[in-house]
């Protein structure tokens, strides 16, 4: 057990080690800490935590537990680590969350269970985040980052629109939500936690590459009917004023599955035809209603996203 008997400065509410604390430096008494990208120089120890969400490998029992120099306690709520220069110490809090690449060395041997994706492949680092958002129940909106997003803490919001870039999103902590629109960007989303959700727009690719946690989740939006169709019934009629005319429409059809290719779809859509004669756009006399086809995103030579996906990227978006 690591030596306490150090000058120890005390606080109420959020704290934060920020580097100009002597190390090895302690924190003690908060009730979740979150340890940011590139936050600890040194090892970090963790002692009597409840639960340990890590991005880092946890190397169990280091030798040598070091004696803190100075240490924060107190009446405290949330505690943040960041620019350490030294050995970091954390001890009876409740929940830690320590991000990719926080740390060269982590000691997590003193918490009652550690979540680690050991299983993922391992995350590049973000070259600098250039959207960040720490604390407690803050908001956020930016519009087409170019290189990566990270969100830290509880409760907080971000909403990313008109995203044309590949994007990194690293999400640590609970109960934080990310909203991303746009398009021709694949979204790779990092979760170091618990409860927390991201929503990624119709013509977004996303993927999990890190879910160190549990209940996190990526809902991506399905693909609208306006997708799909070519030319709705209103189109179609405003070029029938007067005279005999065939015309082509496609509706949205209420249907899970595609009675064309058969296959689950978001997408479906009716495609109609009427050969009437017409007098400033009505129906007078019909020759012919013609019968229902049916097509959706995966079958249809008509379904594009917006006008600035590649082929490619639309093949890949509508699969």
């Known amino acids: 057990m690591t030596n306490w008997n150090a000058p120890t400065d005390r606080y109420s509410g959020d704290v934060r080690l920020s580097g100009i604390e002597q ?9 979740d800490v979150f340890v940011g990208p ?46 350490v220069s030294g050995d970091v110490v954390i001890r009876d809090v409740e929940d830690v ?23 993922a492949t391992p995350t590049a680092g973000s070259d600098g985040f250039d959207v960040t958002l720490t604390g407690w129940e803050h908001s956020r909106e930016t519009r087409d980052p170019r290189n990566g997003v990270l969100i830290r803490g509880a409760k907080n919001k971000i909403r990313v629109r008109e995203t044309t870039q590949d994007l990194t999103v690293s999400v640590i902590g609970w109960g934080n939500e990310v909203h991303i629109t746009g398009t021709n960007a694949e979204v790779t989303v990092c979760f170091v936690g618990r409860d927390n959700r991201v929503q990624v727009g119709p013509y977004l690719s996303s993927s ?18 306006e997708a799909v169709i070519e030319t709705s019934k209103s189109e179609a009629v405003d070029d029938a004023t007067f005279g005999r005319h065939k015309l082509i429409w496609q509706e949205p059809a209420d249907k899970d599955w595609c009675p064309n290719c058969g296959g689950e779809a978001d997408a479906v859509v009716a495609r ?11 129906a007078i006399w019909s020759y012919d209603d013609g019968g229902v ?13 917006p006008t600035s996906l590649s082929e490619d990227t639309r093949r890949n978006v509508l699969r």
């Open 23 to 31: 190390t090895p430096a302690g924190l003690r008494g908060a009730e």
């Open 293 to 305: 086809s049916y097509e959706c995103e995966s079958c249809s030579p008509h379904a594009v996203g």
């Open 38 to 83: 590139d936050s600890v120089a040194g090892t970090l120890y963790i002692e009597d935590a409840e639960y340990v969400f890590t991005d880092v490998p946890a190397t169990g029992t280091t030798a040598g537990e070091p004696t803190v120099q100075q240490a924060i306690a107190g009446d405290l709520e949330d505690g943040y680590v960041e620019n």
């Open 272 to 282: 109609r035809q009427k050969d009437a004669f017409f007098l400033f756009g009505a």
């Open 97 to 119: 969350f320590v991000a990719h690449d926080a740390t060269d060395s982590l000691d997590a041997s003193g918490a009652e269970q550690v979540f680690h994706d050991s299983t």
């Open 208 to 225: 999990t590459a890190v879910d160190s946690g549990y209940d996190n989740q990526i809902e991506a939006a399905p693909i609208p009917p």
